[in-house]
T-cell receptor, first 113, second 111 residues
Framework: EPEVTQTPSHQVTQMGQEVILRCVPI?????FYWYRQILGQKVEFLVS????????KSEIFDDQFSVERPDGSNFTLKIRSTKLEDSAMYFC???????????FGPGTRLTVL | GENVEQHPSTLSVQEGDSAVIKCTYS??????FPWYKQELGKRPQLIID?????GEKKDQRIAVTLNKTAKHFSLHITETQPEDSAVYFC??????????FGTGTSLTVIP
């Protein structure tokens, strides 16, 4: 069964540094999502991406966040200047269409010191 | 925007008993309602979903019901087993691509 993969599995960074989280979605899926889950809390929508552009974003997704599809397979989330409160698990997910199952990647645990 | 509330936050049941988790949503335009199971330290995985044109859906021991008028939907797990222990999240999607998740229910099945 095809899987979504994410790298790295764990990233530790200093406050103010830039981080790039990577996702390789399922190959024939065209919609990409990023979610955040602070430890012990709910999953929060960050952004959805379709046809090489952002289709929707939440209020969490402010100017310090950006998403790109730098090549045909990778999908990245960049946090420009990390803050302590950015520490969380970041999941990417891809459905075949928005009204179908979202296949979540294994997540990247981001720790900002 | 949409607001999804989920109850209870924790639930303990004896093995073999049923478990019910309820969610309410605020936006009547919400049209897709998935339920996810998340084991500790792992990714959320879809266990069942329902669309707004359906009132009930079953898959073996798991069922979901949707009441569009009251704007609530529920997850029912029958004959619970210890491996059902996990955190369960409901979610709702309005028109567009944004999903709103509930706050999660930590289910413990006591052998």
């Amino acid at each position: 069964e095809p899987e979504v993969t994410q790298t790295p599995s764990h990233q530790v960074t200093q406050m103010g540094q830039e981080v790039i989280l990577r996702c390789v979605p399922i190959s024939n899926h065209l919609y990409f999502y990023w979610y955040r889950q602070i430890l012990g809390q709910k999953v929060e929508f960050l952004v959805s991406f379709y046809n090489n552009e952002i289709s929707e974003k939440s209020e969490i997704f402010d100017d310090q966040f950006s998403v790109e599809r730098p090549d045909g397979s990778n999908f990245t989330l960049k946090i420009r200047s990390t803050k302590l409160e950015d520490s969380a698990m970041y999941f990417c997910a891809t459905p075949l269409t928005p009204n179908n199952e979202q296949f979540f990647g294994p997540g990247t645990r981001l720790t900002v010191l | 925007g949409e607001n999804v509330e989920q109850h209870p936050s924790t639930l303990s049941v004896q093995e073999g008993d049923s478990a019910v988790i309820k969610c309410t949503y605020s936006d009547s335009a919400s049209n897709y309602f998935p339920w996810y199971k998340q084991e500790l330290g792992k990714r959320p995985q879809l266990i069942i979903d329902i669309r707004s044109n359906v009132g009930e859906k079953k898959d073996q021991r798991i069922a979901v019901t949707l009441n569009k008028t009251a704007k609530h939907f529920s997850l029912h797990i029958t004959e619970t087993q210890p491996e059902d222990s996990a955190v369960y999240f409901c979610a709702a999607k309005v028109t567009g691509n944004q999903f709103y998740f509930g706050t999660g229910t930590s289910l413990t099945v006591i052998p």
